[in-house]
């Protein structure tokens, strides 16, 4: 019986499996091409503005800086006035706003660039009033904070309330008179608060005003005869804050997660930040890529952990 032979068949695949191999190796070359990482974004961006969201500002660039080293963020919190002057001079890429951007601030972006400053809503939270621990009082009426910060009474007393007894506190810190403090009027939180809490009316001449929520902490920490506003994100021992009712015999309403973002607490607020964003044209990929990151889930978490709302 004659043996086959195989000689061709051994060579026709030996060139086939060399033919493949190639194949291979071209397919896996092309691969490794084009799925390169992109290249790390560089770049520099000054955020100025709101005190309330420059401490949140803060745990951001934290976040951010882990993931895109070669991102410089420069933050400052002169008050968002301050804020909106400095995007529209080119001094800031990011604005930090707690209040909504006036017609006049609109105005005079629009004059210089020709168009309106993109506003991005980023968080929430709300305006809280604060008392000292040793205060027993656990809720107040926006009345009762008019008769106590203002001096023009627009939200219906006629009287002002200088001591705690006035309020149905008993005990020693009953006949103590009121210390009265809060932020200074550069920034939303104070904004809001007198045209929420006093009607739009003016403050009282003894109403000390400090720099920072750090600060408005601080004094109502060590003096047990105070109440002051600041951003419900202060979380601090030795202070708590009030549920505010909008008068008198109405249900108070503390300011929580739940109250804030459902607008329910009479002083909540959505914070934003402001840029400058040229019509037709994209932003510089360090700006975008904060804005992206800010606005993930990621991002987001972050202002959960900080102790403000996020986002609905």
């Known amino acids: 019986m004659k043996t086959p032979d195989y000689g061709f068949f051994f060579y026709v695949t030996k060139h086939l499996i060399m033919c493949f191999s190639l194949l291979s190796f071209a397919i896996t070359a092309h691969a490794v091409e084009t799925t390169k990482l992109p290249l790390p974004v560089e770049g520099r961006l000054v955020v100025t503005g709101s005190v309330a969201l420059s401490n949140l500002m803060t745990y951001w660039t934290q976040a951010f800086s882990e993931r895109n080293p070669l991102i410089t963020v420069t933050i400052a919190d002169p008050g968002g006035n301050a804020g909106i002057e400095a995007l529209i001079n080119g001094t800031a890429e990011i604005a930090l706003t707690s209040a909504p951007i006036n017609r006049k601030q609109e105005d005079a972006f629009e ?51 200088q001591t705690w007894g006035t309020l149905g506190v008993k005990g020693n810190l009953a006949k103590q008179r009121i210390t009265v403090y809060g932020l200074t009027v550069a920034t939303g939180a104070t904004s809001l608060f007198r045209e929420i809490a006093l009607c739009g009316g003016d403050f009282i001449k003894d109403f000390q005003t400090l720099a920072g929520p750090e600060a408005v902490e601080n004094a109502l920490g060590s003096d047990f005869a105070s109440i002051g506003f600041s951003s419900s994100a202060m979380r601090s021992a030795g202070i708590h804050a009030l549920a505010i009712a909008s008068h008198k015999g109405a249900l108070a ?46 991002g987001q978490s972050v202002v959960t952990k900080a102790g403000y709302v996020s986002l609905p």
């Open 253 to 298: 309403v503390a300011p929580t997660t739940d109250t804030i973002r459902s607008g329910q607490y009479p002083m909540s607020r959505t914070l934003s930040i402001a840029i400058n964003r040229p019509k037709n044209q994209p932003l510089s990929p360090a700006l975008q890529s904060f804005i992206d990151f800010v606005l993930s889930p990621e």
């Open 111 to 161: 004059a210089r660039f020709g168009y309106t400053p993109q506003v991005i809503p980023v968080a929430m939270d709300a305006v809280a009033v604060y008392v000292n621990d040793s205060n027993p009082l656990t809720r107040i009426a926006l009345q009762d904070l008019d008769a106590i910060f203002s001096s023009t009474y627009r939200c219906g007393e006629s009287q002002p309330i």
